[in-house]
């Protein structure tokens, strides 16, 4: 009893590893949407509808805005504006009482027009200004980051539904394996029956099949609710309604990988790896802020124009003989004198930046080489248990026949039968244990490594 209930927790732990998705209960009358997926279909719906893919998108666009703005700083820019003003009462000027030289009266004068017309073209050019031009590169480096965001949250999306995928063949194996197991028991059940009314077996010999069919019941019944649960939670990771009626096209088979990859893994991945990649191109950025504060005090030369038609008169009745053109052209400099030490606190901040980006990037390669080498040794692990589960299956089948056989003979006895089935449904788990482990790990050695599954080739932008 202590092995049926071992067996028991391990089958119940395999199949649950893969998602503690909460199945959702449909409406009753709703109707489902039946989708029939392969692995490859999985990964294009997850493509397309991965929220946090669509974001990282809208990134990458921003980014590349953003380099359209750090050059339109460095175009010129034109401003046309035209202005129309009435004066409701005209400004006066003071002036002597000439009239009356004597009379030492100031008396009030008006001047200007009631109507006034002012039309003008402005253009400026910026010739210098190290921040405007540095801030171009800046902005490129950024679009760039973005897109190695952009390639890092691809590459983990696709992990992400492959392990989900591979966790629902998983628990779709388990729940095969306990029905088989049931299937066996009961017919183990019936010729203990069968002997039993022969009196070629006890009472005991029955009751132990008896209780084996009762014992291996609840696990079907569990085994077939952690499939649903692991479908469910396929079903969010590639952005599907819970409801949707899913099933699943294909096995968990083995994946062979090249050898010479996992040799070279730990330095592959400092290569490779999309989001150290997109650290090291803030570190770029993060110096080209420094760049773009210490250009503060540097000088901007800008040169302008200007060209003005204008109109002054004390009725609406103009003539093109009204309006009179005036321009000019000229050269600014600016420079910053002193700003309250503002410049060197701005400096010191983006020096920091990028010293606490120089730490990031550190201890992130750091993980990564950890990373790569623990994949490796689980890939390396798990080879080695697939080759010698399964011929440990193959011996526990062949334990099993032997066994069936010798208790119909009646040479053997019903507690044979019983370790031969629990040796079994070990050997199995097992087996499916380390194909699952090994796909797993393979799939998170891709993502840790950039890679992309041929499968999934064709729906990477």
Partial sequence: MTKKIIIAVAVFSLAFLTHGVTAQTPVKGEVRERLKVTLQDAVRIGLQNNNELTAARYEVQKAEAKVNEAVGNALPTVN??????????????????????????????????????????????????????????????????????????EIQTIANIRKAFYGVLMAAEVHKMMEENLSN????????????????????????ASVAVGNLRPL??????????????????????????LEIDGNLEFQPVDDELLDRASDLVMETNYNLRALRLQRDVNDELIAIERSDY??????????????????????????VASSLIGVTLSMNIFKGFQTDARIEEAELE?????EVIAGTEKGLKTSAETIVMRIKEARVRIEAQQKTVEQAERGYRIATVRFKSGSGTQLEVNDAQLALTQAKVNRIQAMYDYLVAVAELDEI???IPDFAREFIE
């Fill in 80 to 153: 046309l504006s035209g202005r129309y003003s009435r004066a409701l009462k005209k400004p006066v000027f003071f002036l002597p009482d000439f009239q009356n030289p004597g009379s030492g009266r100031i008396v009030p004068i008006e001047v200007g027009s009631t109507h006034s017309f002012d039309f003008s073209v402005s253009a400026s050019q910026i010739l210098f200004n190290s921040a405007v031009f540095t801030g171009i590169g800046t902005a490129e480096i950024y679009s760039r980051a973005a897109r190695e965001v952009y390639k890092a949250k």
């Fill in 185 to 208: 028991a009961k017919e183990n059940l019936h010729n203990v029956e069968v002997l039993s009314k022969q009196g070629l077996v006890s009472d005991y010999d029955e009751v132990r």
């Fill in 220 to 245: 079907v019944i569990q085994a077939e609710n952690n499939y649903k649960s692991a479908l469910n939670g396929l079903k969010i990771v590639i952005g599907l309604p819970v409801n949707t009626d």
């Fill in 298 to 323: 540097l000088p901007t030369i800008a040169a302008f124009g200007n060209y003005q038609y204008q109109a002054a008169k004390n009725d609406l009745n103009l003539t093109s003989s009204d309006f």
């Fill in 354 to 358: 990028l010293r606490k980006t120089n």
């Fill in 449 to 451: 490594t950039g890679r």
